[in-house]
């Protein structure tokens, strides 16, 4: 079973940064997409940015421009640099991880407030 470690999230008026970082209990090796996901309240769940285990990356209209999403293959790591973050951005933040043999693995959530 892979475990998912978020950290990162806090409150951040808008305009500021913020950091997630996912660690995942398994070799990178066994990684193929890892990917961001934000679930605003009364909202689904989606997509916010993936990045593959070549370094392609795809990232939501909304974000583009202001979000970086990055690996650490050596830490099994993904990160998502927030900035310029807007009250919009406000949600609990998700990552994923999809393994090769097409498991797909979830992380506990951050919570990201952005104040006005």
């Known amino acids: 079973q892979v475990q998912l470690v978020e950290s990162g999230g806090g409150l951040v008026q808008a305009g500021g940064s913020l950091r997630l970082s996912c660690s995942a209990s398994v070799s990178s090796g066994s990684i193929s997409a890892m990917a961001w996901y934000r679930q605003a309240p009364g909202k689904q769940r989606e997509l916010v940015a993936s990045i593959s285990s070549k370094g392609s990356t795809d990232y939501a209209d909304s974000v583009k421009g202001r979000f970086t999403i990055s690996r650490d293959n050596a830490k099994s790591t993904v990160y998502l640099q927030m900035s310029s973050l807007k009250p919009e951005d406000t949600a609990v933040y998700y990552c994923?991880?999809?393994?090769?043999?097409?498991?797909?693995?979830w992380g506990q959530g951050t919570q990201v407030t952005v104040s006005a």
């Open positions: 994923k991880v999809q393994t090769y043999w097409n498991s797909i693995y």
